[in-house]
């Protein structure tokens, strides 16, 4: 029998300079371990986020198995359990199917699309319009397809994080205004020199609820011959005459250039939609990265918003008993002695200051079962925490009461007021 004679394996050693390299370059996860602060909040009891609700977003919900007043939620005329928005919704998906396996741009695009559409060019009296799947999505299509290399975008610095981030993806120079500031606007319109100019505010601001002074503000632009963008994702349907938001508000529909806007408030879906003049909205068509690389709004989303315009023409008195409950609360918040900043609409944030502090606020709030919403930075700036809360029609006088006796209580124990 032939002898099998054993092979011995020599061990090779990487090259010194390959294990210097290996020693000293860090992990692409170290960020993630080092980052704790949320965990700390999470062990101390106060963490606020991320918590399940088991129900409808009603004036009152199931978090976690436990009856709460919704006190946090966007859903400020109350429409997302309407029963003629979930019926339309469901004829839809028994239609349609659940998704259109496609993009806008080649096969996605559906009958109810473009009747969308054209029920939203209509509604804020623009040329045209264009649907986008989410609302952040269409600030990034808006604003990455016409703002290009030799033109400048000018925003407020407390404008929401999608518009910030679109104006990351395009190719233009970006400069930020102090908040409502006039002057300061006027100062960085001047500065753009001899170049296209777009001037991007939101409607209303998500954080401290006010609204911004679009008359003054479309005054400057056309000074200086900047054309106008407004956000106006919590403005529809709350402001208006009938329900069109801040441009309607000040009666400047003919006076602002483009008008954004989100499914996800008042409009009871998700999705988002850019209302402009038609050569506009024909250049994003054509042109729009994340519209042309998305898979289209579903059948069931875009059927619940057409139903939800429908609803805010036909009862006007939602938004009626919205401002109802809304004054009732900025009155009595104020007469206890809550700082609610500059708030002028059914979002009312109620100033706290640090975040510790804050935080032990909300936890008070969630354990007596109320639902708020803690903002702390980046989302506001430091030194400045809110609880913020936000309201709708359809919450009653007796939720209402029982909601200011616990603030009271609540402000009383950690010194807020």
Request: glycine content about 8%.
């Amino acid at each position: 029998m032939a002898m099998v004679q054993k092979k011995t394996l020599a061990v090779v050693e990487p090259p010194a300079q390959l294990r210097i390299i290996k020693s000293v370059t860090p992990d692409f996860f170290e960020k993630c371990r080092n980052y704790t602060i949320a965990k700390q909040v999470m062990a101390a009891g106060l963490y606020p986020y991320f918590h399940t609700v088991e129900s409808e977003q009603n004036p009152e919900v199931i978090v976690e198995g436990r009856n709460m007043i919704m006190l946090g939620s966007n859903n400020y005329l109350g429409l997302t359990s309407h029963p003629k928005v979930k019926e339309a919704s469901i004829a839809a998906v028994k239609k349609y199917g659940t998704g259109c396996a496609g993009t806008r741009f080649l096969n996605g695009t559906l009958d109810i699309h473009v009747k969308l559409e054209e029920k939203l060019a209509a509604f804020f009296h623009k040329d045209a319009a264009l649907t986008f799947s989410t609302g952040y999505q269409t600030n990034l299509g808006v604003i990455s397809s016409l703002a290009g290399k030799h033109d400048v975008v000018v925003i407020d610095k407390l404008d929401h994080a999608s518009i910030i981030d679109a104006c990351r993806l395009s190719y233009a120079e970006v400069k930020k205004f102090k908040h409502s500031d006039m002057a300061s606007l006027e100062y960085a319109l001047k500065e753009c020199g001899n170049r296209g100019k777009l001037v991007v505010v939101d409607g209303v601001y998500s954080m401290e609820g006010d609204i911004a002074p679009l008359p003054d503000i479309v005054t400057i632009c056309k000074k200086y011959g900047a054309r106008l963008m407004v956000d106006d994702a919590h403005g529809i349907g709350v402001l208006g005459r009938s329900g069109c938001g801040t441009v309607e508000h000040f009666g400047l529909e003919h006076e602002v250039d483009i008008i954004v806007g989100t499914y996800s408030k008042s409009l009871a879906s998700i999705g988002g939609f850019v209302a402009a003049g038609e050569e506009v909205i024909h250049y994003m068509k054509h042109t729009s990265r994340p519209l042309i690389f998305s898979a289209s709004p579903p059948p069931s989303s875009v059927a619940a918003v057409i139903a939800a315009l429908d609803i805010i023409e036909a009862e006007p008195e939602r938004r009626q008993q919205l401002w109802h409950t809304t004054n009732k609360m900025m009155k009595a918040f104020k007469q206890m002695g809550f700082d609610t900043g500059v708030s002028e609409t059914p979002i009312i944030p109620l100033v706290i200051g640090g975040m510790e502090q804050t935080f032990m606020m909300w936890k008070t709030l969630f354990d007596e079962g109320l639902f708020v919403n803690s903002v702390v930075p980046p989302a506001t700036t430091p030194g400045r925490c809110l609880i913020r809360t936000s309201f709708m029609a359809t919450h009653t006088d007796d939720m209402i009461d029982r909601v200011l006796g616990i603030f009271e209580m609540a402000g009383k124990k950690h010194g807020v007021i």
